[in-house]
């Protein structure tokens, strides 16, 4: 084994154990936000995407390259947006219905689509 | 090692602490969004070093960039509309779409590191461990097909219904072996296309006869297993192209995944492998022609129903799956409010599986402004049944049939609201159908219940009517 994939290994485990620590304390109240979020994270291929994509000389290099970018920007954006609008939702006490706009607004507009 | 490269493993490192911060800060409600602020400022950081690591390395061709922009550019606004556009009640596909492109790009980070490898270097050097690439590959590229069946599936595009092919047994083995053979192959550093190849195909056709047998109240499960799958290929890649900032962020993801798969499962009662092999929840279908219930069923109008909630110190809802299919949330919060007005406590227990992935009822309820310190968890509900006046079920079933405590049926031990400790039931339900464990529901023939038969939508909205008219005589 080398010295590079036992530092990679040791980093892994670590993290993983850290993972475990820190998301055992979200309250269920968040785990549809917490899956967005930690789907938001693993966004963070897209530098990966970069770097190999960044290296490809072959057309099929580039159509992989590609595809990979595509894959991991939707990721990234769409993740942390949709992680941002579910959490401004939670509130800690209710607001007075003035005005019959805001969240329901987009929702309505979308099944009048459907 | 360069200066930049220092530079750049530095803010990576600087990202990773902010991943780990971000998720720390999701303990609560009030810091969640802080938390994922935090997160969004590490992603930047960490994209930002890459793009000037890459333009101080050079060597790129002009291609390589275009592709690059005009991958990112689709890409990410293809997410931000899809999440701008997405309704709250779709969000479980969407998660699963994220996993998928996840999934799909980190086994495309390999492949595109594998072409590279093989033009360039021509095999002299192995720079790339080759179980890292084989994992790498065959992870992503479940997590893609599965998650497009799975959202598919929540969709409604695909029947919500185990579908079981013909010989399924016969072909998941054969893929096994396929899978497994050519990613032993590879385990031996042999740098070999051909079966670089077998595995993708292999593994993508694996996603499909994963998902496809898995029944659609199953998904909480499948979704986050998913997603502990698209965590461990992402860092799967990082191993692949020796990137501590990959690794460590799908590490996380991949103890998220886990954790809450772990956790849905044992809500559901069910052990994971048991809900991998599938075919569970056929029983939803003749669930319709069900009603052979035994015994005396208390039936009552929405005038009094409105009476018994408004004169209650202390009423307790209890929604499950189908108020949000009845897309009755707002119905539900007008008749809470309504009661808070006449100075009625109000709770609202959520069950772990109300829903279609974890959580998701308390994202449905906040969106209609229901403040998160009434949205109560399982065992903090519990505590608050004894001394409720009313609970008010509105779509939920199994999960809150008492036959769970005994042995001897399909949800025994499966973890329930206590829903029968409260002084008075009402459960508003459109017949006497089963849920998707096929059993009877014996809390409906407690004599403290009283069936509302009715849409949930149209029946909350006519107790509510009814409650104005008491407060207004």
């Known amino acids: ?114 | 090692m360069s200066n930049m490269q220092t530079a750049v493993d530095l803010i990576y490192l600087l990202a990773a602490a902010l991943f780990v911060i971000g998720l720390h800060l999701m303990n609560s409600p009030a810091t969640a969004r802080k938390g994922s602020q935090f997160s969004v400022v590490g992603m930047v950081a960490a994209i930002c070093a890459t793009l000037a690591f890459l333009i101080d390395q050079g060597g790129a061709t002009s291609t390589g960039w275009i592709i690059l922009a005009a991958g990112f550019i689709i890409g990410s606004l293809i997410g931000l509309r899809s999440a701008d556009k997405v309704k709250m009640t779709d969000i479980p596909q969407l998660v699963s779409i994220f996993n998928a492109v996840g999934g799909g790009a980190a086994a495309l980070v390999a492949l595109t590191d594998f072409v590279h490898d093989k033009n360039i270097h021509l095999a002299t050097i192995a720079p790339t461990p080759a179980v890292a690439t084989a994992l790498d590959v065959l992870i992503g590229a479940v997590t893609f097909t599965g998650s497009i069946i799975a959202a598919g599936k929540l969709q409604g595009l695909i029947s919500g219904s185990p579908i079981i092919i013909p010989g399924s047994r016969v072909i998941n083995t054969l893929l096994t072996v396929a899978g497994l053979g050519s990613a032993a192959f590879l385990f031996t550093g042999a740098a070999n296309t051909n079966v670089l190849i077998l595995l993708l195909v292999t593994a993508l056709l694996f996603g499909v006869t994963l998902v496809l047998p898995i029944g659609g109240a199953d998904m909480p499960v499948v979704i986050s297993l998913l997603n502990a799958f698209t965590g461990t290929a992402v860092a799967m890649a990082g191993f692949v192209i020796n990137s501590s900032a990959l690794i460590i962020a799908g590490a996380l993801v991949g103890a998220s995944g886990t954790i809450l798969t772990k956790l849905m499962a044992d809500a559901m009662n069910r052990s994971i492998p048991n809900i991998m092999i599938g075919g569970f929840g056929q029983g939803e279908t003749a669930a319709a022609q069900a009603g052979s219930v035994a015994g005396n069923i208390k039936q009552l109008s929405a005038d009094d129903a409105a009476i018994q909630l408004s004169y209650a110190d202390k009423v307790i809802f209890v929604p499950g799956y189908g108020l949000a299919a009845a897309q009755a949330q707002r119905e539900l919060k007008d008749l809470a409010q309504l009661l808070e007005e006449r100075g009625v406590e109000i709770i609202f227990a959520i069950h772990p599986v109300a829903g279609r992935m974890p959580g998701h009822m308390n994202v449905l309820l906040a969106e209609v402004d229901v403040p998160y310190p009434q949205l109560y968890e399982m065992d903090a509900a519990n505590l608050e049944f004894p001394t409720a006046d009313v609970a008010l079920v509105i779509g939920a079933n199994d999960v809150i049939n008492p036959a769970a405590r005994r042995p001897g049926n399909a949800i025994s031990g499966m973890p329930i609201l206590d829903v029968d400790k409260a002084k008075n039931v009402i459960v508003i339900k459109r017949s006497m159908g089963q849920g998707y464990a096929g059993i009877d529901n014996e809390l409906y023939l407690d004599e403290k219940t009283s069936m509302f038969f009715a849409d949930g939508k149209k029946g909350l909205a006519q107790i509510a009517s009814a409650v104005r008219e008491l407060v207004a005589n």
């Not at chain 1, 057309?59 to 390259?65: F, S």
């Not at chain 1, 990721?75 to 609008?85: I, Q, S």
Request: aromatic share 8%.
């Open chain 1, 1 to 114: 084994m080398s010295q590079q994939l036992l530092t990679d290994l040791s980093i892994f485990i670590l993290s993983l154990l850290v993972g475990f620590e820190v998301i055992s304390k979200v309250p269920a109240t968040l785990h549809t936000p917490l899956m967005s979020a930690a789907n938001s994270i693993h966004g963070i291929v897209l530098a990966g995407a970069m770097l190999t994509a960044i290296q490809a000389h072959t057309t099929l290099g580039y159509i992989l390259a590609f595809f990979a970018m595509v894959f991991a920007g939707m990721n990234v954006a769409g993740g942390y947006k949709v992680t941002d609008r579910m959490l401004k939702m939670f509130k800690p006490r209710s607001q007075p219905i003035a005005k019959p706009s805001g969240n329901s607004t987009d929702s309505s507009t979308l099944s009048e689509v459907k």
